[in-house]
């Protein structure tokens, strides 16, 4: 079985009722719950020994999910420099939401990965841009939100290697919301929705997505590849 390590930095939930409410064990919680029965689930969060996130839990770890908003600054820089090191390897990571703002997600991505942002509950719709892609399997031409927090573009990110999902926002923006990449062997996804005052984690399509997304994101088997100087593997001929 898949094994999946759930990170939240679990503040908003301790600080703010409204987010208590709605996510009451937090969100790295709701987010495990319906993951269970089809992967084995760890969950992490930022104030436990080394973010939950010890060598011995990363090396176990096939696909690492993260949720992060006001303490990204909090995220001690050797364990990002862990985390980073696991994708390179060939850990697949989701990264959700304000997790656009972390430290892993810009170390990976090199830009600055801003965006407009507004928030006042408004209807949200992603469209399905890549219906072949696997992490859209089982969803319409679009999946309705009705109220979220916008992000609008121009979202600072290299091009994505496969855009998966536009979202279209109330108020007139759009957004790349489902972007995919690869860093050394490993897969990531970044996917846009899950504001903390909202309950979109119980969203069923958001739901599924985030379980296609770990299985896409999962490492291959294929072996370490072998940089440096090389011998022939053919006899070359000696040229005169
Ligand atoms: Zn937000």
Not at 4 to 11: A, I, L, S
Not at 12 to 40: C, T
Not at 49 to 78: C, K, N, P, Q, Y
Not at 80 to 105: A, P, T, W
Request: charged share 30%.
């Amino acid at each position: 079985m898949l094994k999946v390590t759930v990170w939240n930095e679990f503040r908003h939930e301790q600080k703010n009722e409204r987010v208590r409410e709605i996510y009451p064990k937090g969100i790295h919680d709701a987010i495990a719950s319906f993951l269970k029965d089809d992967f084995e689930v760890r969950k992490a969060t930022l104030d436990e020994e080394s973010h939950g996130l010890t060598e011995e839990v990363l090396h176990e770890t096939d696909v690492l999910i993260w949720w992060g908003h006001m303490a990204h600054g909090e995220v001690d820089d050797v364990i990002v420099e862990k985390v980073k090191q696991r994708v390179l390897d060939g850990m697949g990571l989701i990264v959700l939401h304000s997790g656009h703002f972390s430290k892993i997600f810009k170390t990976l991505m090199g830009t600055s990965c801003d965006l407009k942002w507004r928030e006042v509950g408004e209807k949200e719709r992603l469209w399905v841009v890549d219906p072949s892609h696997p992490i859209a399997e089982g969803l319409g031409e679009y999946i309705e939100i009705e109220k979220e927090e916008m992000y609008g573009e121009h979202f600072d990110i290299p091009a994505p290697d496969q855009l998966l999902f536009i979202s279209w926002f109330e108020g007139g923006e759009v957004f790349r919301s489902g972007c995919t990449y690869q860093r050394g062997k490993g897969k990531i996804f970044y996917f846009r929705p899950g504001h903390e005052t909202y309950p979109t984690y119980y969203h069923k399509d958001i739901q599924k997505v985030i379980k296609n997304a770990v299985q896409w994101a999962t490492p291959t088997k294929l072996p370490k590849p072998v940089y440096g100087n090389s011998q022939p593997i053919e006899d070359i001929k000696p040229k005169n």
